[in-house]
C-alpha cells in the first residue's frame, strides 16, 4: 500500500473515531496538514501505478483474443455419413458456441445497463450528499446566524455532516457492493450458461472430452480476466472516489474546525459586545430604581418646605415676638433642617445602595463574562482537567490501593483535594488556581527521589525511613518517643544526599526542624527523660542507629518555641510549628522514670508529610506521567487565565469606569445641590428666625434690664440694708465678744481690757445708724434716672435691629413737650382722630394713612397702619454731618406720636441680605481651589519685609550698593510641575497673549512664584531686584485675590442655580427657599408693632419710678427714729451683769489642781514595789531550769532503743516548752507595770482634764488660758510617772535576757542527742544514712517482682494474639474461595502462618525464660527451647520489596519482651542481699566503725529483716509460688492453644500448629489458582488473535482458489493456515506444558514449605514447656493420674464425632 493510500485509510480510521470537543481535546484536536514534501512523494507514487495498470492492460487484451479456426487446407478426407455426421456433430458444436456468444453478449449488455444504473444513482447520491454538505456549511458560514447559536448547535452541525460523511462513502460502499454483486452474478450466470454449454457440447461429442475441457477452461479463464479486469476497474474507481471522499470528509472537517473556531470568536466577540451594550443600557445608565428614589426624596422635600412655610407664618402671626415661642420655632427649622440632612443622607444611602447594587451586578456580569470567555476559549485552548480528575478518582477509590493510602500519610487527601480543584469553577482565578500548582508540585517533588537514591546506591535509606515512619504511625502514645530521635537521624541522612529536588529538600529541612524541636521538648537527645525507656522500646532500630539517637542533637531541655500551627495542606506541604509548654509525665509502673508529655497533633504532622512525600512514587507510572502532565495542562490553564483577564480588563475596566464615574457624578451633583438648597433655605429661615429671636431678645432684655434695674434698686436698697445690719452685727458680735472675754476674763488683766473694749463699741454703733441713713436715700433717689437711661438705650438697640435710628435726646423731648401741649390743645378743643389702645392697636374701622415705600409710589401692603414714611424730611438730613440721621433714607413716625425715627434700611433690603447664600464661602473655595491663595493675609506684606524693605533704602542712601552678580539668579521663580523654569514676559509680549494663553501664562505664574522671607529678600544683590520682587509679590497676590474673587461669586451663583437633571433630562430634585414678599410683609408689620408698643410702656415706666422714689425716702427716716431709741440703756447692764461674777470663778479653780497633784505621786510609789518583787521571783525560776535540762541530758547515753532515747527528747521538748510559756507569762506579767498601771495614772490626768469644762462648751467656768495652765501641770505629772516606767523597762530586758541564757541550755541536749542518736543508728543500721541500703534492698526487690509481673503480662498478651489468629485463620479457610474473610487473609501481611510461627517461638523462649527465672523446672536440660528452627518461604514469588515489607510487619507484629534482672528469683534475692551487705559495710567503713558490724558483716536488725524479705519471697507459698502458679494456669492455656488438650481433640478448635499448616495449604492453593488463571488469561488473548486469523482466511478461501492460475496464492493460504494450526498447537502444548510444569513447582514449594512447617512447627511444639515438665507447687496431691484405655478413647472419639456432624448439620 503506498504512502497515500496509508494517509488516506489514516484519515478514514481517524474521522471513524468517536467526537471529542476540540475545547476539551486542545491543540490535539487539530488537523495539520502533511508538507509539501510528503504531498509530492505521493503524487510520483500516483503516476507510477497509472503506467503500470496501463502496461497491465495492454497484456490482458492480447490475453483476451479468441483462437483463429483452423487452416481449410488441412482437413482430413472422411467417409459421408461420417462426414454427414461429424458435419451435423460440427453444425451442432458451433451452434451451440454461437448460442454460448450470444448469450455472454446479452448477459454482457444486462450487466452492462445494471452498472450504468448503479453509477447513476452513485453520483446522484454523492452529488446530494454533497448538496447537504453545502446546505449546512451554508448555514455555518452565516455568521450573524452562527453566533446566536450554542456550542452544541455547532457539534451537532458536525454531528450532520459526520452522518453525511458517513452516508456518502456508505453510497461508495454500496456502489462497490453493487459493482461486486454485478460481477458475482456475471459469474454465476456465466458459470451457468458454461455448465450448460459443457453438458451440450459432451452430448454433442463433436470434440473430445480434453478439447471441450480445453475450450471451456478458455472461456473460463476469458471470463476470469473480464471479472479480474472489471474488478481492477472498479477498485481503481473506488480508490478514486474514496480518495475524493477523503478529501471531501477532510476539506469538511478543516472547514468545521475553522466555523468552529470563528464561532469561539464570535462568540467570545458577542460577549463582549453584550456586555457592553448591557452596561450602557439605562438599566445602568439611568436606572428605574433611582428614578422611583428621585422621585419620593423630591415629595418629602416638598412636604418639608410647606412645613417650613408654615413655622414662617407663624413668626408673622406674633405681634410682639417672644424668644421662648421663636426658640421653638428655631428649633423647629434646625428639626426640618435635620430631617433634610437625615433625608439627603437616607438619599445618598439609597444612591450608594443602587450604585453598589448596580456595581455588584456589573461586577457580576463580568465575571460571568470572564466565565463564558473561558468556555468559548476563543484566544487560547482550554486544557481538559476534568478528565484528569476523572482518572484522579479512580485512582482515589480503587479499593485495591486502600492499604497503600492508608500508609502514605497525607498522599491521599491531598489527590483528594487536588481532583476537587480541579473540577472547581473558581479555577479561572489564581487565588485558586496557584495553590493547586503549589500542592501539585509540593506532591511531584518527591516523584525522583528513588532514582536518585538508587543512582547514588541509598536505595535502602528511603526504606528504612518509610518503615520508621509506618512504626510511628502504628506506634502508641507510650511508644512514640524512641522513635522520633530514630526518624531525626534518618532525615538527617536524606538531606546530605546530593540532588535532591529543591523543593523537597525545603519540606525535609522543615520536618527536621520540627523534629529537632519535638527533640529539645522531649528532652530526650541529652539522656534527660527517657532515656532508658527509649532504648528498651526502641528494638533493633533503636539500636542499629546507636549514638545517632543520643548525639546528633546538644539541645539543652523542654523548648518553648511557638509558632503558628497548620496540618498537612491542601496544596502545600504545611508544617507545624505549635509548641505546647509540656511537664514531666507520670512515673512509669516499672522503669522508675519520667515519661515527657507528647504532642501526638505534631508528630502526626509530621509523619503524614514526610510519608506523603516518601509513597508517592510508590504511584503508578502511567498516573505519575498523568500528574506531570496535569501540571503542564495547570501552567496552560494560568495562560489561558491570564489572556482572559486580559481581555477583561481591557474591555469590561473603562465600561465598569464609566458606570461607576457616572452615577458618582449624578450623586455628587444631586447630594451637592441638596446640601447647598437645604442649608441656604435653612440659613434664610434661621436668619429670619434669628432676627425675631433677636428682637424678643431686645425686647425681654428690656423687660429683664427693668426688672433687673428694680431688683438692681432694692438689691442696692437691700445690700445697703445688709451692709449695715452685717456692720452692725458685727459690732453687735464685738460687744458681745468682749462682754464673753469679760465674762471669761483669765485674770484681773484680761478682766479690765475687755471692760474697756464693751464701752467704745457701744459709742461706734450710734454713729452708724446715722450713715445708713444717708446712704438709703441717696439709692432711691438713682432709681429713675437709670430707668430713663435703660429705656434711651433699649430703643437704640430697637432700632438698630430694626433698620432705624432714633430721634437725638433734644430733640425727641422737644417732640414730647411739643406733643403735650398740643394733645392739651386738642383735648381742649376736641379731636376725632382714632387713638391708639392698650394692645397698641387701632380700633377697628379706623381710618389711617398707608405705608409708603421709600422707591415706590404706591403702597406696598394692604391693611390698617398708623405710621408713615416721610421721603421729605429724610432729604432735609442729608446735608447735616453732625446728624445722627445724615444717612437716613426715611422718616417713620406714628401718626399719634411726637417721636420721629431714622430709616437706615428698608425691610426689601433687610430681606434681600436675608436671602444671600449662606456664610461660609470662602471653606468652601478653599476646598475647591485646594489651597491656592485661601489664605490672603499671608501675601500681604509682613512687618519684617516692610522693614527689610526700609533698611535697604537706609543702606542705600548712606552708601552705595554694590552691583549685581554676573551669576546671580531669580530666586523668586521656581519649576512647575514638569520641571520647566518659568521665563517672565515683558509687559508688550503679555499684551500680545490672549484667551487660553494668557490664562495658562497667569497660572504657571501663581504656580512658579515662590514667595521670599525676609532675610531672603534683605539678601536681594539691588534696590532694582527688590523693587521688582515687591512688585511681583503684589501682582501674583492680585492676580489671586481676582482668582479667589471670581471663583467665590462662582459658589454664591451656584447657591441659584437649577437642579441637576438624569440621564433622561429629568430633574432630580426641587429648589425650595423662604418667598420674599411675604417676609418683608412679616419685617413691616412687626416694626410698627414694636415702634408703638415700645412707646406706650415707657411712658407708663415713667410715671411707676418717680412715685416708687418718694415712698422709699419717707420709710428710711421712719427707721432712723426707732433705732436711736433704742440703743441708750445698753452702758449700764454690762458693769453689774458680767464684770463681777468672773472674779469669783477664778479663786476656785487654783485650789482644785493642786489636790489632784498629791494623790498621783502616792499610786506610783506603791506600783513600784510590787514590781521589783516580782521580778527577783522570776529570776530564781531561771535558775531552776537550768539545773533540770541538765540533769535530764546526763541521762542520754545510757538509753539503748530509739524509742527509749526519742522519749527523753520528748521530755526535753516538753519542759522547753513549758519553761518557754512561763517566760511568755513572767513577761506579760511585768508588762503590766509598765503599760496599764501607767495607763490607768495618765487615765487619772486625763479625766481630771475632761470633768474641766471651758466656756466653749457651754457647761464650764474655765477659759481657755485656764485650762492651758492645767495641762502644763498635769505635763510635768506624767513625764515623772515615765521615768518610772523606763527603769521598769530595763528590769525587764535583763530578766528576759536571763531567760534567753537558760533556754540557751537546750541546744546542749540537742547536741547530745545527736551524737547518742547516731551512736544508736550505727548500732542498729536504722535511720535515713544508715537504713539508706535497706531501702535500695526493698526498691530493687519490688523491681523485680515489677518485672515478673511484667513479663507474665506480656505472655498473656502473646497467648491472647495466638488464640485470635487461630480463630480468624479457621474462620477463614471455612469461609471458602471467593469470600472476603479468605481473600483478607491470602492478603494479610505478614502471612498468619509466619505470624503463628513467630508467636510460638516468642512463647517457647518466653515460658521457658519465666520457668527457669522461677526454678520452677525439674530437668530443664531435657528441653533445648533454643533450638534453631528452619525458616519458611512465606512469600511466594513476592518481590524484595514485598518481602522486606512482610518481614517489616512481622518483626513489628511480634514485639519482643521485657527481661527480668536476674536469671532466677532467688539469684535475685541473693544479689540484693549481697548489694545491701556490701553496702551496708562501705558505710560503717566510711564513717571509721566498721567495730560495730556483726560477725556476719551487717547489723543484727539489718541481718532479721533480710532473713524476712527471702521468707516473703522464696518460701512456699510465696512470691515466687504465686508467679510459678501463674505459669503453671499459662502453660495449661497454651496446652490447649496448640490442641494438646483436651483429649479427645475439640473439634471446634483449630489448634496453633494445624493453623499454621492449613495457611500454607490456603496460600499454595491460591497461588496455583492465580498461576492458572493468568496463563489461561494469556492463552485467550493469544486464541482470540489466531480465531481472527482463521476468519480472514476463511473469507479469503474464495472459488477462484480452484483455478490452476492461483494455485500459488491458494498454496500460500494453506500454508498460512498450516502456520496458525501449528502455531495453535505448539501453544496448546507449550501452555499446557507451562501449566503442568507451574503446578508441579507450585506443589514442590507447597511441599517445601509444608515440610519446613511442618518441621518447624514439629520442633517448636516438641520444645515447648508443657504442664508435665514443671515442678510441683505445695498442696499438689502426689496422686498418678487414671489412664484411659484404647477402647474408652476410640468411644470419646467417636461421640465427639457424632457431636460435630450434628452440629454440622444443624
Given at each position: ?58 497484456r ?89 447559536k ?113 464561532w ?8 463582549i ?47 410682639l ?40 451586578n ?39 490501593l ?13 489527590l ?13 482565578y ?33 526504606e ?47 520536618a ?42 546538644t ?37 522508675g ?15 503524614k508529610?514526610?510519608?506523603?512525600l ?104 437691700d ?41 467704745k ?28 437711661a ?68 404706591g ?35 406714628l ?31 478653599d ?77 504657571r ?24 520682587y ?9 492676580i ?17 442655580s ?37 412707646e406706650?410702656?415707657h ?91 541538765e540533769d ?13 532515747l ?45 470633768a ?19 495641762r ?80 507474665k503480662l ?6 491472647d ?10 474462620t477463614?479457610?471455612?469461609?471458602g ?20 510461627r513467630?508467636?510460638?517461638l ?9 520457668a ?207 502456520a ?87
Open positions: 500500500m503506498s504512502l497515500k493510500a496509508r494517509a488516506e485509510m489514516g484519515l478514514l480510521a481517524t474521522l471513524d473515531q468517536p467526537r471529542v470537543s476540540a475545547a476539551t481535546q486542545g491543540p490535539k484536536a487539530k488537523i495539520s496538514v502533511p508538507p509539501a514534501e510528503t504531498l509530492l512523494a505521493w503524487r510520483n507514487s500516483h503516476e507510477k501505478m497509472v503506467a503500470f495498470r496501463a502496461a497491465e492492460e495492454d490482458d487484451a492480447v490475453a483476451a483474443l479468441n483462437h483463429q479456426p483452423i487452416d481449410p487446407n488441412v482437413r482430413h478426407k472422411e467417409l459421408p455419413k461420417l462426414a454427414e455426421r461429424a458435419k451435423q456433430k460440427r453444425v451442432d458444436h458451433d451452434s451451440f458456441l454461437k448460442q454460448f456468444e450470444l448469450k455472454l453478449t446479452e448477459i454482457s449488455d444486462d450487466l452492462e445497463i445494471r452498472v450504468m444504473h448503479a453509477s447513476r444513482g452513485v453520483q446522484k447520491a454523492t452529488a446530494s450528499n454533497d448538496q447537504r454538505i453545502g446546505e449546512t456549511f451554508g448555514e455555518l458560514n452565516q455568521d450573524l446566524l452562527l453566533v446566536t450554542d456550542h452544541q448547535y455547532v457539534l451537532d452541525s458536525w454531528d450532520e455532516i459526520h452522518a453525511v460523511c458517513e452516508k456518502r462513502f456508505a453510497d461508495i460502499r454500496g456502489f462497490a457492493a453493487e459493482l461486486e454483486g454485478i460481477e458475482r452474478d456475471r459469474a454465476r450466470v456465466v458459470a451457468t450458461e458454461l455448465r450448460q454449454l459443457v453438458e451440450r457440447l459432451m452430448g454433442v461429442a463433436y470434440m473430445p472430452g480434453t478439447e471441450i475441457e480445453r475450450l471451456v477452461e478458455e472461456q473460463a479463464f476469458e471470463l476470469n480476466t473480464v471479472i479480474v479486469l472489471n474488478r481492477k476497474s472498479h477498485a481503481e474507481l473506488l480508490a478514486l472516489m474514496e480518495k475524493q471522499h477523503v478529501l471531501v470528509c477532510m476539506d469538511a472537517r478543516v472547514s468545521w474546525e475553522a466555523r468552529q473556531t470563528a469561539r470568536k464570535l462568540r467570545h466577540d458577542h460577549a459586545d453584550m456586555f457592553q451594550e448591557e452596561l450602557g443600557s439605562k438599566a445602568y445608565t439611568n436606572p428605574p430604581a433611582r428614578i422611583e428614589l428621585f422621585r419620593k426624596a423630591e415629595e418629602a422635600q416638598q412636604a418639608r418646605q410647606a412645613e417650613r412655610t408654615a413655622h414662617m407664618a407663624k413668626l408673622g402671626e406674633m405681634t415676638p417672644e424668644s421662648a415661642v421663636v426658640s421653638e420655632l428655631l428649633a423647629e427649622f434646625e428639626k426640618l433642617n435635620g430631617r433634610e440632612g437625615t433625608a439627603i443622607d437616607e438619599l445618598l444611602a439609597g444612591i450608594e445602595d443602587i450604585r453598589t447594587t448596580q456595581v455588584a456589573a461586577e457580576q456580569r463580568r465575571e460571568s463574562l470572564r466565565a463564558e470567555l473561558h468556555e468559548y476559549g476563543a484566544l487560547e485552548p482550554e486544557p481538559d482537567l476534568g478528565s484528569v480528575a476523572t482518572q484522579i478518582d479512580a485512582v482515589l477509590t480503587d479499593s485495591s486502600d492499604a497503600f493510602f492508608r500508609g502514605a500519610g497525607g498522599l491521599k487527601h491531598a483528594k483535594e487536588i481532583s476537587t480543584e480541579l473540577r472547581h469553577p473558581d479555577l479561572i489564581a487565588r485558586l488556581l496557584s495553590p493547586t500548582i503549589k500542592g501539585l508540585q509540593n506532591l511531584l517533588c518527591g516523584l525522583g527521589l528513588p532514582e536518585v537514591l538508587e543512582v547514588q546506591g541509598k536505595a535502602t535509606m528511603r528504612s525511613l518509610c518503615n520508621t515512619l509506618e512504626r510511628l504511625r502504628l506506634a502508641s502514645k507510650s511508644d512514640v518517643i524512641p522513635i522520633i530521635p530514630i526518624l531525626l537521624a534518618q532525615v538527617n541522612e536524606l538531606l546530605t544526599v546530593k540532588e535532591l529536588d529543591p523543593l523537597l529538600q525545603h519540606y525535609l529541612g522543615e527536621k526542624e520540627d523534629l529537632e524541636s519535638l527533640v529539645r521538648d522531649l528532652d530526650i537527645m541529652t539522656g534527660g527523660g527517657g532515656g532508658g525507656g527509649g532504648e528498651s522500646r526502641s528494638g533493633s532500630d533503636s539500636r542499629s542507629h546507636g549514638g545517632r539517637t543520643g548525639t546528633s542533637r539541645g539543652t531541655g523542654a523548648g518553648s518555641r511557638k509558632g503558628s500551627a497548620s496540618t498537612v495542606g491542601r496544596k502545600s506541604i504545611a508544617r507545624s510549628n505549635s509548641r505546647s509548654s509540656r511537664g514531666g509525665g507520670a512515673a512509669h509502673s516499672g522503669g522514670w519520667e515519661q515527657p508529655e507528647v504532642n501526638m497533633l505534631e508528630v502526626r504532622s509530621v509523619q508529610r514526610l510519608m506523603m516518601m509513597q508517592v512514587s510508590e504511584l503508578d507510572k502511567t498516573f505519575q506521567e498523568t500528574l506531570s502532565e496535569l501540571l503542564v495542562m495547570l501552567r496552560q490553564k494560568e495562560v489561558c487565565n491570564s489572556i482572559v483577564d486580559q481581555v477583561v480588563a481591557d474591555e469590561c475596566t473603562a465600561p465598569l469606569d464609566a458606570r461607576k464615574a457616572e452615577q458618582v457624578e449624578v450623586a455628587d451633583n444631586v447630594i451637592r445641590f441638596l446640601e447647598r438648597n437645604t442649608s441656604h433655605v435653612h440659613e434664610v429661615s434661621v436668619r429670619l428666625g434669628t432676627f425675631y429671636l433677636c428682637v424678643a431678645k431686645i425686647l425681654e432684655m428690656h423687660s429683664k434690664h427693668d426688672i433687673e434695674l428694680d431688683e438692681k434698686t432694692e438689691e442696692e436698697l445690700d445697703s440694708v445688709d451692709r449695715f445690719k452685717t456692720a452692725d452685727d458685727q459690732r453687735t458680735a464685738d460687744i458681745g465678744h468682749w462682754e464673753n472675754a469679760l465674762r471669761l476674763a483669765a485674770g484681773d488683766e484680761d478682766l479690765e481690757i475687755a471692760y474697756n473694749q464693751v464701752i463699741l457701744l459709742a461706734e454703733v450710734q454713729e452708724s445708724y446715722y450713715a445708713y441713713h444717708k446712704d438709703a436715700t441717696e439709692c432711691a433717689e438713682a432709681h429713675p434716672q437709670r430707668v430713663f435703660e429705656a434711651a438705650s433699649f430703643m437704640e438697640k430697637l432700632c438698630e435691629s430694626l433698620g432705624m435710628v432714633p430721634q437725638p435726646a433734644e430733640e425727641a423731648a422737644e417732640a414730647v413737650a411739643a406733643a403735650e401741649e398740643a394733645a392739651r390743645l386738642a383735648a381742649s378743643l376736641g379731636s376725632n382722630k382714632p387713638q391708639v389702645g392698650a394692645d397698641g392697636r387701632l380700633p377697628v374701622g379706623a381710618e389711617v394713612e398707608m405705608l409708603l415705600d421709600l422707591n415706590q409710589d403702597p406696598i401692603r394692604d391693611g390698617p397702619d398708623v405710621g408713615v414714611v416721610d421721603t421729605d424730611k429724610a432729604l432735609a438730613f442729608a446735608d447735616r454731618e453732625a446728624h445722627p440721621w445724615a444717612s437716613i433714607v426715611g422718616v417713620f413716625k401718626s399719634d406720636s411726637a417721636l420721629s425715627y431714622g430709616m437706615t434700611k428698608s425691610c426689601e433690603l433687610i430681606v434681600e441680605n436675608m436671602l444671600e447664600p449662606p456664610d461660609g464661602l470662602e471653606e468652601e473655595g476646598e475647591e481651589d485646594e489651597g491656592e491663595g485661601a489664605q490672603e493675609d499671608e501675601e500681604e506684606e509682613t512687618p519684617a519685609e516692610g522693614e527689610a524693605d526700609e533698611a535697604g533704602e537706609a543702606d542705600e542712601n548712606e552708601e552705595e550698593e554694590e552691583p549685581e552678580p554676573e551669576d546671580w539668579e531669580v530666586p523668586w521663580w521656581q519649576p512647575d510641575e514638569s520641571g520647566e523654569p518659568f521665563v517672565s514676559l515683558a509687559e508688550e509680549d503679555m499684551a500680545a497673549l490672549a484667551g487660553p494663553a494668557l490664562a495658562d501664562y497667569v497660572e505664574k501663581m504656580a512658579c512664584f515662590k514667595k521670599l522671607t525676609a532675610e531672603e529678600v534683605e539678601e536681594l544683590p539691588t534696590k532694582a531686584r527688590r523693587a521688582e515687591k512688585t511681583i509679590k503684589s501682582e501674583v497676590r492680585d489671586r485675590r481676582a482668582k479667589r474673587a471670581s471663583q467665590m461669586e462662582a459658589i454664591r451663583m451656584s447657591y441659584f437649577e437642579p441637576p437633571v438624569d440621564g433622561d433630562g429629568n430633574s432630580c430634585c426641587s429648589r425650595v427657599m423662604l418667598p420674599s414678599d411675604g417676609m418683608v410683609k412679616m419685617l413691616e408689620m412687626l416694626r410698627f408693632t414694636l415702634v408703638s408698643d415700645s406706650t410702656k411712658a407708663a415706666r415713667t410715671k411707676e419710678v418717680t412715685e416708687l422714689c418718694g415712698e422709699r425716702k419717707d420709710v428710711l427716716t421712719e427707721e432712723l427714729e426707732t433705732r436711736l431709741r433704742l440703743h441708750w440703756p445698753k452702758k449700764g447692764r454690762v458693769e453689774t451683769r458680767i464684770r463681777q461674777v468672773r472674779e469669783g470663778q477664778l479663786i476656785a479653780h487654783r485650789q482644785r489642781a493642786e489636790r489632784h497633784v498629791r494623790a498621783v505621786n502616792q499610786k506610783n510609789s506603791a506600783h513600784q514595789r510590787e514590781f521589783d518583787s516580782l521580778v527577783a521571783q522570776y529570776g530564781e525560776r531561771c535558775e531552776f531550769y537550768k539545773r533540770s535540762l535530764l541530758e546526763a541521762t542520754l547515753p545510757a538509753q539503748e532503743s530509739l524509742a527509749a526519742q522519749g527523753v527528747e520528748g521530755k526535753c521538748r516538753k519542759m522547753v516548752a513549758g519553761f518557754k510559756d512561763e517566760c511568755e507569762e513572767a513577761l506579760d506579767d511585768l508588762t503590766r507595770f509598765t503599760e496599764t498601771e501607767p495607763h490607768k495614772l495618765h487615765a487619772l490626768s486625763m479625766h481630771l482634764i475632761d474641766t469644762y471651758t466656756f466653749e462648751s457651754g457647761e464650764g467656768d474655765y477659759s481657755q488660758q485656764e485650762e492651758a495652765d492645767l502644763a501641770h498635769l505635763e510635768v505629772l506624767d513625764k515623772s510617772i515615765d521615768a518610772a516606767v523606763a527603769t521598769r523597762v530595763a528590769a525587764i530586758d535583763a530578766l528576759a535576757e536571763r531567760q534567753v541564757t537558760a533556754i540557751g541550755v537546750e541546744a546542749e541536749f540537742v547536741k547530745a542527742f545527736k551524737s547518742s542518736l547516731q551512736e544508736l543508728s550505727l548500732r542498729e543500721a536504722i535511720g535515713m544514712k544508715y537504713g539508706a541500703p535497706r531501702r535500695n534492698a526493698q526498691e530493687r526487690l519490688r523491681t523485680e517482682q515489677t518485672c515478673d509481673q511484667n513479663s506480656f505472655l498473656d498478651g502473646l497467648l494474639q495466638l488464640e485470635d489468629l487461630c480463630v480468624s485463620t479457621r477463614a479457610i471455612q469461609a474461595e471467593g469470600s472476603k474473610a479468605l481473600e483478607a487473609l491470602m492478603a494479610a501481611t505478614p502471612p498468619r502462618a509466619a505470624l503463628l513467630e508467636l510460638l516468642a512463647v517457647r523462649s518466653l515460658v521457658m525464660r519465666r527457669e527465672y522461677l526454678e520452677f523446672m525439674p530437668a530443664p536440660e531435657r528441653i533445648d527451647s533454643a533450638a534453631p528452627v528452619s525458616k519458611a518461604d512465606y512469600f511466594l514469588n513476592a518481590s524484595k520489596s514485598e518481602i522486606a515489607a512482610g518481614n517489616s510487619a512481622l518483626k513489628a507484629a511480634v514485639p519482643a519482651y521485657t527481661v527480668t534482672l536476674a536469671p532466677t528469683m532467688a539469684a535475685a534475692i541473693d544479689q540484693l542481699e549481697e548489694r545491701c551487705r556490701s553496702e551496708t559495710r562501705k558505710l560503717y567503713e566510711d564513717e571509721g566503725r566498721p567495730e560495730l558490724l556483726g560477725p556476719e558483716g551487717v547489723p543484727d536488725a539489718l541481718k532479721e529483716w533480710l532473713a524476712k524479705s527471702r521468707d516473703d519471697v522464696l518460701a512456699p507459698l510465696g512470691v515466687r509460688d504465686t508467679s510459678r502458679a501463674a505459669l503453671r494456669e499459662q502453660v495449661t492455656r497454651l496446652e490447649r492453644i496448640i490442641a494438646k488438650t483436651p483429649v479427645p481433640v475439640d473439634p471446634n478448635w483449630t489448634g496453633a500448629p494445624a493453623a499454621c499448616l492449613e495457611d500454607c495449604t490456603a496460600h499454595a492453593h491460591h497461588a496455583a489458582m492465580r498461576s492458572i488463571e493468568l496463563i489461561e488469561s494469556r492463552f485467550q488473548a493469544q486464541r482470540a488473535v489466531w480465531d481472527a486469523a482463521r476468519a480472514k482466511h476463511e473469507a479469503a478461501l474464495r472459488p477462484q482458489m480452484g483455478r490452476p492460475d492461483a494455485a500459488a496464492e491458494r498454496e500460500a493460504l494453506m500454508a498460512a493456515e498450516k496458525r494450526c501449528d502455531e495453535v498447537k505448539a501453544a496448546v502444548k507449550a501452555v499446557r506444558s507451562t501449566l503442568i510444569d507451574g503446578q508441579l513447582n507450585h506443589a514442590a514449594s507447597f511441599v517445601s514449605t509444608l515440610r519446613d512447617q511442618t518441621s518447624a512447627v514439629l520442633l517448636i511444639v516438641d520444645t515447648l514447656v508443657l504442664s508435665d515438665d514443671l515442678g510441683y507447687l505445695p498442696g499438689d496431691e502426689m496422686i498418678e493420674k487414671k489412664r484411659k484405655s484404647l477402647k474408652r478413647l476410640k468411644k470419646a472419639q467417636r461421640r465427639a464425632s457424632a457431636e460435630a456432624g450434628r452440629g454440622a448439620d444443624g
